[in-house]
């Protein structure tokens, strides 16, 4: 046990390499194949799935990986709602990277979504109802 | 958010969407370690939640657990779940201090009797209740009291969860946890030293939304605790093909392999760290090249040294294929399991495990 420490050399001694080396988890690979099922799945019933991928272990470096696999896709859209969400399609349609950033812009949630359009790009029945009812005082008003 | 508002109608109010709305909750959802397809139910049970009354103690600990909680950096979520929390009584954190500070106590005691949630840190002193009181109170007595009128209380951090290190030998002040005096309340077992922020906001926003969470046999949720650091962490690919760092500077610790021989404590620690880490998910010891100290485990003060290696499992441990979640937890746990049962035993014979076993047993 003690020759432990009379190894150790001085701080300033150490080779640090910044993301040196094999720090792979393995699990890009695994993740993808959920993916290619996700996407099997969907086009034969129509299932959605969401991957959160905060709950995946992933070493340093491997979440950007991981996005550069997936690639940028057709569409990108920004929602501006406590803080900013960017819902992007990666290169494999129906394939979306969902990135939730609080008002410092920090990120609070990144999700997989194998879908045809994520959820929260939709108009939602609350804010059109409360949309129709602006509107409605708005023509109250010019008339 | 006043006191008879919904989650909800607080949100709308604020002027916040939909879709605002939803992406509160798929980051609740994110927080709470649940799975995305929650997400309706989450947005059902928070549309709905209505603001509890919180007390919190502060026995025999170091305020780290308030650190951690109060210095993460304000995420709106946990802005918004302290938003919809009502905070009555907090000695660190409140303005009234002296007997204002009790009266609000005593009186939120009384009004909310039945229904509040009572958190606590630190441990408590039995051999001699004169070291540590609260406005001449014993906090032993201050405890029961107050733990009478809880609907459930929440024990944050290892020391109101297990005693922690003021109950490390020899434990000079005779400390105990919450549950070795409290028999008849549910309570939850938040331990670490300190524990991970958004475990201690996930667990609230659990009790907000669904009630108690699902908890282990040492009363720690489930969905937090369910893992040990082990099963989830990014280095289990060099351990399963034995690679390890045999100190803080070879060749092994830069190509970042497994810290076991090092003395990490991950096979028997049940704790979110490994994927949840810390400072807004940046990393956590083991990415840091520490080894895991265990601190969210009984005892963790007196099992040994931090830096001797656990004492080796025997089993098959060869498996690599680690999408965790699934795949890799059931072996994990086993190997914990036989860990855990490794270290106890030998903690009982006091025998010490050194390298050179582990290197005799690997050849073996
Ligand atoms: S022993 Fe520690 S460093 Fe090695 S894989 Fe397990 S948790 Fe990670």
């Not at chain 1, 040196?20 to 699990?27: I, K, Q, S």
């Not at chain 2, 051999?127 to 004169?130: A, F, H, K």
């Not at chain 2, 040492?218 to 893992?227: D, I, S, T």
């Given at each position: 046990m003690s020759d432990l420490y009379v190894t150790m050399t001085r701080p300033d001694s150490i080779d640090i390499r910044v993301g040196?080396?094999?720090?792979?988890?393995?699990?890009v690979a695994p993740l993808l194949n959920e993916v290619r099922h996700a996407l099997v799945q969907l086009l034969d019933t129509g299932k959605e799935t969401i991957i959160d991928l905060r709950s995946i272990p992933l070493g340093p470096g491997e979440s950007e990986r991981l996005e550069e696999t997936l690639g940028e896709g057709e569409i990108e859209a920004v929602l501006h709602s406590l803080g900013r969400s960017t819902i992007r399609e990666t290169a494999y349609p129906g394939v979306w990277l969902v990135t939730h950033y609080n008002e410092e812009d920090e990120i609070m949630g990144k999700f997989v979504e194998v879908t045809h359009i994520p959820q929260i790009l939709k108009s939602q029945n609350e804010d059109i109802n409360e949309g129709l009812q602006r509107l409605g005082s708005t023509l109250e008003q010019t008339h | 958010m006043k006191k008879d508002q919904t989650l909800g109608e607080a949100l709308r109010l604020k002027g916040i969407s939909r879709r605002g709305f939803l992406k509160f909750c798929a980051a609740t959802a994110s927080m709470m370690a649940l799975p995305p397809a929650m997400v309706p139910a989450i947005a059902e049970a928070l549309e709905k939640a209505r603001k509890p009354s919180v007390i919190w103690l502060s026995f025999q600990e170091c305020t780290g657990c308030t650190e951690s909680l109060t210095r993460s950096s304000t995420s709106t979520v946990e802005e918004l779940i302290f938003d919809t929390i009502s905070l009555d009584y907090h000695h660190t954190l409140q303005a009234a201090s002296g007997t204002g500070a009790e009266d609000a106590r005593e009186a939120s005691m009384k009004e909310n009797r039945g229904k509040y949630v009572l958190i606590v840190d630190g441990s408590i002193p039995i051999?001699?209740?004169?070291y540590s009181t609260i406005a001449g109170i014993s906090n032993e007595d201050m405890l029961m009291e107050a733990a009478e009128g809880a609907a459930a209380i929440v024990a944050i951090g290892s020391c109101a969860a297990f005693g922690g290190i003021p109950q490390a030998r020899p434990n000079p002040t005779g400390a105990v946890s919450v549950s070795d005096l409290i028999k008849d309340k549910p309570i939850v077992n938040v331990p670490g030293?300190?524990?991970?922020p958004v475990v201690i906001t996930g667990v609230l926003t659990h009790f907000l939304t669904f009630g108690l969470p699902e908890l282990d046999h040492?009363?720690?949720?489930?969905?937090?605790?369910?893992?040990s650091i082990h099963d989830r962490c990014y280095r289990r690919p060099f351990y399963d093909k034995g690679l390890f760092a045999e100190t803080f500077d070879d060749e092994g610790a830069r190509k970042g392999w497994c810290l076991y021989k090092l003395g990490c404590k991950g096979p028997t620690t049940y704790n979110a760290c490994a994927t949840t880490k810390w400072n807004d998910g940046t990393s956590f010891p083991i990415e840091a090249g520490h080894p895991c100290?265990?601190?969210?485990?009984?005892?963790f003060w007196d099992a040994g040294s931090f830096y001797q290696a656990l004492s080796?499992?025997?089993?098959?441990?060869?498996?690599?294929?680690?999408?965790?979640?699934?795949?890799g937890v059931a072996a994990g746990a086993a190997i914990a399991a036989v860990n855990r049962k490794h270290r106890s035993s030998a903690e009982k014979r006091h025998e010490k495990v050194t390298i050179d076993d582990l290197e005799k047993e690997s050849k073996s």
């Open positions: 040196a080396g094999p720090r792979d988890t393995g699990n | 051999s001699n209740p004169g030293c300190p524990p991970i040492l009363g720690r949720p489930l969905a937090f605790y369910g893992n100290l265990g601190c969210s485990e009984p005892d080796t499992p025997t089993g098959d441990i060869t498996r690599n294929t680690l999408y965790a979640a699934g795949a």
